[in-house]
């Protein structure tokens, strides 16, 4: 089992950056998916990005493609998102989500397929 601990979130303008980071505990992270997804006041939980065990595949939305960046330091146990050129669509809770699969060498995009969650992080862009 993994345990999963977001940080970063907070209010910036837009236009505006912020650095999200999620940190776990537990099982070698190296054998994890991870993912960043969002929910937004009324809305279902969406994807944001992905990345695979490795580092070297990365997935995302649409609506963040060229704007979000994912990474991960397997040393370090920790996944980052980077937001630039924030949004006020962007403002929702973001959370990173962890998929156990050591034999898995690409990247998850569905909700159901992350078997651990963190607690989230809110950020909230303002226009």
């Known amino acids: 089992q993994v345990q999963l601990v977001e940080s970063g979130g907070g209010l910036v303008q837009e236009g505006g950056s912020l650095r999200l980071s999620c940190a776990a505990s537990?099982?070698?992270?190296?054998?994890?998916?991870m993912g960043w997804f969002r929910q937004a006041p009324g809305k279902e939980r969406e994807f944001v990005a992905t990345i695979s065990r490795s580092g070297g595949s990365t997935s995302y939305a649409d609506s963040v493609k060229g704007r979000f960046t994912i990474s991960r330091d397997n040393a370090k146990n920790t996944v980052y998102l980077q937001m630039n050129i924030l949004k006020p669509e962007d403002t929702a809770v973001y959370y990173c989500a962890a998929d156990f699969s050591p034999m898995f060498i690409g990247v998850r995009s569905n909700i159901g397929e992350y078997d651990y969650w963190g607690q989230g992080t809110q950020v909230t862009v303002s226009s």
């Open positions: 537990g099982r070698t992270f190296s054998a994890y998916v």
